[in-house]
């Protein structure tokens, strides 16, 4: 029974490190959570107000524009995916894959090609992993994202974009990350970046409302150079964020994997602790009884020599 004790003594130690570690992972994750969402909050509103400076632009323009114009026949599209570098998240990065390979299935049932753009070393690994086609990829900044990391994943899907689909150019941009909602609840979700959808409500159909809420614009030096610099600064607003949710959602998705994990590492030092305890009871009752049997045995043999 000693060397169970030992066994156990062994696989406490081991777990208690565990633990520590875990612990400490927990309380980084949570710490960085609080600046993920402070970005996330500051980066927002630029991002809203662009997208209404461009919507104002496209209903105040005639001028067919990759921005904002729908393509009738789209043949190719482009899918950008924001996953995490490292692991110990959860399912967080395996769920924005599968809601990736959802959203390529969908498209690739309207008939369109898919183009995968992918952020991350998890979504890199798993396209690599199982040889499906990448064009792009982009890797070592997903915990703490900069803008200068989101012009970099845009530039690239900027120019396939701008350029003629028969010389591989595409007709729409998605993305998919995971959009924080709560510390307890994070959700994958696409969006479709490109064309800008512009949304007219039922008070806005007639031709008298629609001239009262959206003017008709005179645009320096052209509407469709006004529309050319907006695009950029619109991709990369909206990546950016995109880029600042997932990292928030990645930050609590590892908190509370980590949280789960030192949970569980208590939970088995207790049941541990407990057949440790018991196992030195038993050590001891055997010992006890060895040295009561041992005692019987000499007062037995000390009698019978009296005799």
């Known amino acids: 029974m000693g060397a169970q004790l030992r066994v156990y003594k062994r696989r406490i130690k081991s777990v208690t490190a565990t633990k520590k570690i875990t612990k400490a992972m927990e309380m980084i994750a949570a710490s960085r959570i609080v600046k993920a969402q402070r970005q996330v909050a500051a980066s927002t509103p630029y991002a809203s107000e662009l997208t209404r400076a461009v919507t104002a632009v496209a209903t105040g323009s005639n001028t067919r524009h990759a921005l904002t114009t729908e393509v009738e026949n789209p043949v190719r599209v482009a ?7 490292r692991g ?11 809601a990736a ?8 049932a309207e008939g369109k090609d898919v183009e995968t753009y992918v952020v991350g070393r998890k979504g890199v690994a798993y396209y690599g992993f199982r040889e499906l086609p990448v064009a792009g990829s982009w890797t070592g900044f997903t915990d703490s994202p900069t803008y200068a990391d989101a012009k970099r994943v845009a530039g690239p899907l900027i120019e396939a974009v701008q350029r003629e689909t028969a010389e591989g150019g595409v007709d729409e941009l998605h993305i998919v990350f995971t959009e924080f909602v709560s510390m307890m609840t994070q959700t994958p979700v696409d969006k479709r970046l490109l064309p800008l959808s512009l949304e007219v409500t039922e008070d806005e159909e007639s031709e008298t409302a629609k001239d009262r809420i959206l003017p008709l614009f005179d645009f320096e030096p052209s509407d469709e150079a006004v529309l050319d610099a907006l695009l950029p600064r619109y991709v990369e607003s909206r990546i950016y964020n995109a880029l600042l949710q997932a990292a928030a959602s990645e930050h609590a998705a590892r908190r509370r994997a980590m949280k789960s994990a030192t949970d569980n590492a208590e939970d088995l030092i207790k049941s541990l602790t407990r057949l440790a305890n ?4 038993a050590d001891i009752t055997q010992e006890i009884s060895e040295i009561v049997g041992g005692a019987s045995a000499l007062a037995d043999a000390t009698a019978g020599s009296d005799r």
């Open 101 to 108: 390979g959802q959203l390529a299935a969908r498209l690739k």
């Open 88 to 98: 110990l998240a959860g399912g967080y990065s395996s769920n924005a894959i599968k």
């Open 79 to 85: 899918v950008l995916l924001v996953t995490s570098d």
């Open 278 to 281: 018991a196992a030195r009871q």
